[in-house]
């Protein structure tokens, strides 16, 4: 029955990831990998994880009963609270309908489907997506007939924000045109408008109608700190830009392999959450029927107990300090020891684990082929997968491609 399928390429990054392993050269590096690793290069089961799946072993009280359709309530509540705030308006007057998801691809995928059904479209159905995002934000859209259309995001001479082309697009665009922004940590880029400039794109979002599709990927991972994280969100719930948000525990709570996450779509009224949540309800019901519960238990014990959220808090700061303080040293590596030409201020400025180093196709391919560095095409680098021991060899080899 399937003569007529064409044969797919694989995924560019598992791809990477592929030949990463199979290179049997000591020195290699791995730095296309979205996913952090510690000192040692191993991946990292937070401490506080470990203690709640300890506590979870022993609980006699658990079964492997299905959730509600809509998950686990005591996860989706905290959840919500987490990332719009505890003293959230649209917590408080009930205004936010919350559903547990296959963790963000889930939430990205549950909240473009319900946008494809029940969007006012103004016109053909179109998301607006920064230049460059996430490559599966394409797919994830396509995939419920959405037609993605980008807007300038990322400025390749500055090696930062390309704000007017931004704000000109968002002016430009036909009003109540849905736009996709990350919340923090701009994959690939590592590139977020500051607070200033997150007021002034909320000023035309509501000039506009235009809605905001947020997706959360990186709360407290990205500057280990969760409320500076959720700074745009909850500023754009204050100011009622019509919003919904995309939230993933797969960084911030090392989860990666659990698909822990949440979709919370804020409305304007009580009543009107009711209705989202109850089409909501019916869409997860013919997709997944009812989300995991392990992963949700675990992120649930940890938001409402008081010392586990600390303790969480703890390592959210080491993984995102290690982070920060990797881009330093690179930095420094680059600007002081091997005086590097160019500037490379973004380094230190980007956040979040990626880094847009501004290098080219063809000088990435010379990392990979020469040096066994192995990162995309588009000059992304992972701090994550850099340590210690392979920064040095790293910060001398993009000196060598910078070079030529
Ligand atoms: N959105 C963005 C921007 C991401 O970078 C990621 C992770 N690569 C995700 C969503 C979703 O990841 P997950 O499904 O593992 O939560």
């Given at each position: 029955?399937?003569?007529?399928?064409?044969?797919?390429?694989?995924?560019?990054?598992?791809k990477?990831?592929?030949?990463?392993?199979?290179d049997?050269?000591?020195?290699k590096?791995?730095?296309?990998?979205?996913?952090?690793?510690d000192?040692?290069?191993?991946?990292w089961?937070l401490?506080?994880?470990?203690k709640?799946?300890?506590?979870l072993?022993?609980?006699?009280?658990?079964?492997?009963?299905?959730?509600?359709?809509?998950?686990?309530p005591?996860f989706?509540?905290?959840?919500?609270?987490?990332?719009?705030?505890?003293?959230?308006?649209?917590?408080?007057?009930?205004?936010?309908?919350?559903?547990?998801?296959?963790?963000?691809?889930?939430?990205?995928?549950?909240?473009?489907?319900?946008?494809?059904?029940?969007?006012?479209?103004?016109?053909?159905?179109?998301?607006?997506l920064?230049?460059?995002?996430w490559a599966n934000?394409?797919?994830?859209?396509?995939n419920?007939?959405?037609?993605?259309?980008?807007?300038?995001?990322y400025?390749?001479?500055?090696?930062?924000?390309?704000?007017?082309?931004f704000?000109?697009?968002?002016?430009?665009?036909v009003?109540?045109?849905?736009?996709l922004?990350?919340?923090?940590?701009h994959?690939?880029?590592?590139?977020?408008?500051?607070?200033?400039?997150?007021?002034?794109?909320?000023?035309v979002?509501?000039?506009?109608?235009?809605y905001?599709?947020?997706?959360c990927?990186?709360?407290?991972?990205?500057?280990?700190?969760?409320?500076?994280?959720a700074?745009?969100?909850r500023?754009?719930?204050?100011?009622?830009?019509p919003?919904?948000?995309?939230?993933?525990?797969?960084?911030?709570?090392?989860l990666?392999?659990?698909r822990?996450?949440?979709l919370?779509?804020?409305?304007?009224?009580?009543?009107?959450?009711?209705?989202?949540?109850?089409?909501l309800?019916?869409?997860?019901?013919?997709?997944?029927?009812?989300?995991?519960?392990?992963g949700?238990r675990?992120?649930?014990?940890?938001?409402?107990?008081?010392?586990?959220?600390?303790?969480?808090?703890r390592?959210?700061?080491?993984?995102?300090?290690?982070?920060?303080?990797i881009?330093?040293?690179?930095?420094d590596?680059?600007?002081?020891?091997?005086?590097?030409?160019?500037?490379?201020?973004?380094?230190?400025?980007?956040?979040?684990?990626?880094?847009?180093?501004?290098?080219?196709?063809?000088?990435?391919?010379?990392?990979?082929d020469?040096?066994?560095?192995y990162?995309?095409?588009?000059?992304?680098?992972?701090?994550?997968?850099?340590?210690?021991?392979?920064?040095?060899?790293?910060?001398?080899?993009?000196?060598?491609?910078?070079?030529?």
């Amino acid at each position: 029955a399937w003569q007529q399928v064409p044969l797919a390429p694989p995924d560019s990054i598992f791809k990477l990831t592929t030949a990463y392993k199979a290179d049997p050269f000591p020195q290699k590096v791995n730095v296309g990998v979205g996913a952090y690793r510690d000192d040692h290069n191993k991946p990292w089961i937070l401490p506080v994880v470990k203690k709640v799946t300890a506590i979870l072993l022993n609980d006699p009280t658990l079964d492997h009963e299905y959730l509600p359709i809509t998950g686990l309530p005591e996860f989706i509540s905290a959840a919500a609270k987490l990332i719009l705030g505890s003293d959230s308006p649209a917590l408080s007057e009930a205004r936010v309908a919350s559903v547990q998801t296959i963790s963000g691809t889930g939430a990205n995928h549950l909240g473009a489907l319900f946008l494809s059904r029940y969007y006012p479209w103004n016109g053909q159905p179109v998301v607006r997506l920064s230049n460059p995002t996430w490559a599966n934000h394409y797919a994830i859209f396509k995939n419920v007939g959405i037609a993605p259309n980008d807007y300038p995001y990322y400025h390749p001479v500055t090696i930062g924000l390309d704000y007017d082309g931004f704000l000109g697009a968002l002016r430009d665009a036909v009003p109540r045109s849905v736009f996709l922004l990350h919340a923090c940590a701009h994959n690939p880029t590592g590139v977020d408008p500051t607070e200033e400039q997150w007021a002034a794109i909320a000023d035309v979002m509501l000039e506009k109608g235009h809605y905001a599709f947020f997706d959360c990927a990186y709360q407290g991972f990205a500057s280990g700190d969760l409320d500076r994280d959720a700074f745009a969100v909850r500023y754009f719930v204050g100011r009622k830009v019509p919003l919904l948000v995309c939230q993933s525990f797969a960084k911030n709570a090392g989860l990666y392999g659990e698909r822990v996450g949440a979709l919370h779509v804020i409305s304007s009224t009580t009543e009107e959450a009711t209705r989202v949540r109850s089409q909501l309800s019916v869409l997860q019901r013919s997709e997944i029927s009812n989300p995991p519960s392990h992963g949700a238990r675990l992120v649930s014990l940890i938001l409402n107990n008081p010392d586990l959220f600390e303790e969480w808090k703890r390592d959210i700061k080491t993984m995102a300090h290690r982070i920060i303080s990797i881009r330093q040293e690179l930095y420094d590596l680059l600007t002081q020891e091997l005086k590097t030409p160019g500037n490379w201020d973004h380094i230190i400025n980007q956040i979040g684990m990626f880094s847009f180093t501004g290098i080219n196709p063809t000088q990435s391919q010379a990392l990979v082929d020469k040096a066994h560095i192995y990162l995309t095409a588009n000059g992304r680098i992972s701090m994550a997968g850099l340590n210690s021991k392979n920064i040095r060899y790293f910060a001398e080899n993009l000196d060598k491609a910078v070079r030529g």
